[in-house]
């Protein structure tokens, strides 16, 4: 029993990660090489970054992981700390693409990245380095969610963009066909794809920002939030009920938010 026991403890230190490095450096192919953080674990190509960059993003990037956890505490949110990521820096879209499916992730790498929570992973394109901080609210808030929770999708991409350092917002359709309230936090999670439709995207970053605006909308969000991350069926629309607030005159002060009228 002894030494099985420490056969087992061998292959879990020795043996698999092994195996899981090997693995990744025939997905990845050639130039690919490793850094390794206390929270991350980055595989990026020799040629595209300098070992110094990548300490940099990576230094950046656990800052902003301490930043946004300390931000959710001051609104009663607890995120634990994170198990340690590994993210893959890819030279191209075509790549990543590929890359997704040999991860057995396809129907994530559609986007321009993906976290993936089977595999506790990030990939993007080396280009995208605004994208790591997007993916990685979604591991953030993946890290704090139980079993039972559904982070409605709007909320999710709302905050993933807003977290971005230079947001890239896309530009939505005339805001006259700028959709309400109830019909952005109605949004189903697979109809989220940056090429195929941004206004989806759009849409949630510019109602999260409307709502962290104003101080009585504020607190729903993040009461949202709290109830979303350990319940299935959390909606900001019964908040909303809850406080007293009217659905009708948010929409119009949503619509002013924007066009300044």
Not at 58 to 83: C, Y
Not at 85 to 98: A, F, G, P, V
Not at 131 to 155: C, D, I, Q, V
Not at 199 to 220: I, M, N, V
């Amino acid at each position: 029993m002894a030494l099985l026991f420490v056969g087992v403890f061998l292959f879990a230190l020795v043996i698999a990660p092994n195996i899981k490095e090997s693995l990744e450096k025939s997905l990845l192919g050639e130039g690919y090489v490793k850094f390794t953080s206390d929270k991350f674990i980055i595989w990026y190509h020799k040629e595209t970054y300098s070992a110094q960059r990548i300490a940099e993003i990576v230094q950046s990037l656990e800052n902003f992981v301490s930043d946004f956890r300390l931000q959710m505490r001051n609104h009663g949110i607890k995120i634990p700390p994170l198990a340690t990521c590994t993210i893959y820096l890819l030279r191209s879209h075509k790549h990543l693409k590929k890359f997704g499916m040999q991860m057995e992730v396809a129907d994530m790498s559609n986007n321009g990245g993906y976290f993936s929570p089977s595999t506790y992973s990030i990939a993007l394109t080396n280009d995208d380095l605004h994208g790591l901080y997007h993916e990685t609210t979604h591991l953030l808030f993946s890290t704090a969610s139980t079993a039972e929770a559904h982070l409605p999708p709007w909320l999710n991409e709302g905050f993933a963009q807003h977290n971005e350092p230079f947001p890239e917002k896309p530009v939505l359709q005339p805001i006259e066909y700028l959709p309400s309230i109830e019909t952005i936090v109605a949004f189903r999670e697979s109809e989220f794809s940056m090429l195929e439709n941004p206004l989806k995207y759009a849409a949630s970053l510019y109602l999260l920002e409307f709502l962290l605006s104003r101080e009585d909308t504020r607190k729903c969000v993040y009461e949202t939030l709290a109830e979303a991350l350990t319940h299935p069926n959390a909606s900001i629309l019964g908040i909303f009920r809850k406080h007293g607030l009217d659905l009708t005159r948010l929409n119009r002060a949503f619509t002013r938010f924007y066009t300044g009228k």
